[in-house]
């Protein structure tokens, strides 16, 4: 399948522990904030998301934080495990329509 | 509940050549969007369409042309292709074209262009 995750930055974390996936955003004017993984050959799967008047939302394992004083999102995966190595990408929406900005993306490697 | 599927899966075309791909949208979304992903980088947005409209568009060339269809199907043209064209085509619905719900994407088309 096609690789996505050529040049990008990567973390390896071992199984079990959590994992911090940091995210600069660009524009102060974004108001929905969403972090997706892709993983080999397959499109972006959504995983959360946090609109702006939030700071902290959790999900099934995952909670992303919102920091819009320095423009920062996180994603921190608890219990990380190997279906979690993916590339995670973070996205903002700015506009009033579905123009979404997609970050760089970070490579997380679980080592069994 | 059928999730958003993509054709063909990869596809090869000679530089000046035109292309159409294809998506149908999940169940019950009216909004779809196109992105272009280069190896190694993140989507990149190209246009949307809700109400068989275009309402929003990226940084790419009129040769980049779409269409949405009454059941919400879309379609992407590209035309006069070029070798930096080579990339994965992503299609994503949403239930909302106001930028404020997830999108859910289809696995892509891959164009190589020789």
């Known amino acids: 399948g096609e690789s996505v995750g050529l040049h990008l930055p990567t973390l390896s974390v071992q199984e079990g522990d959590n994992s911090i996936i940091n995210c600069a955003y660009s524009?102060?004017?974004?108001?929905?904030f969403i972090w997706y993984k892709q993983e080999s050959g397959k499109g972006p799967q959504f995983i959360i998301d946090?609109?702006?008047?939030?700071d902290k939302r959790q999900g099934q394992r995952v909670t992303v934080l919102l920091n819009k004083t320095v423009k920062h999102l996180s994603l921190q995966i608890a219990a990380t495990q190997p279906g979690d190595s993916a590339v995670y990408f973070c996205?903002?929406?700015?506009?009033?329509?579905?123009?979404?900005?997609f970050g760089t993306g970070t490579k997380l490697q679980v080592i069994p | 509940e059928t999730g958003v599927t993509q054709s063909p899966t990869h596809l090869i075309k000679t530089r000046g050549q035109q292309v159409t791909l294809r998506c149908s949208s999940q169940?019950?979304?009216?909004?779809v969007s196109w992105y272009q992903q280069a190896l190694g980088q993140g989507p990149q947005f190209i246009f949307q369409?809700?109400?068989?409209?275009?309402?929003g568009r990226g940084n790419f060339p009129p040769r980049f042309s779409g269409l949405q269809f009454p059941n919400y199907s879309s379609e992407l043209n590209v035309n006069a292709l070029e070798l930096d064209d080579s990339a994965l085509y992503l299609c994503?619905?949403?239930?909302?074209?106001?930028?404020?719900?997830?999108?859910?994407f289809g696995d892509g088309t891959r164009l190589s262009i020789l």
């Open positions: 946090i609109r702006s008047n939030m």
């Open positions: 996205a903002e929406n700015s506009g009033g329509y579905q123009k979404v900005t």
């Open positions: 369409y809700y109400r068989e409209e275009e309402n």
């Open positions: 169940s019950g979304h009216n909004t």
């Open positions: 994503a619905s949403s239930i909302s074209e106001a930028g404020d719900q997830p999108q859910h």
């Open positions: 524009n102060s004017a974004s108001d929905y």
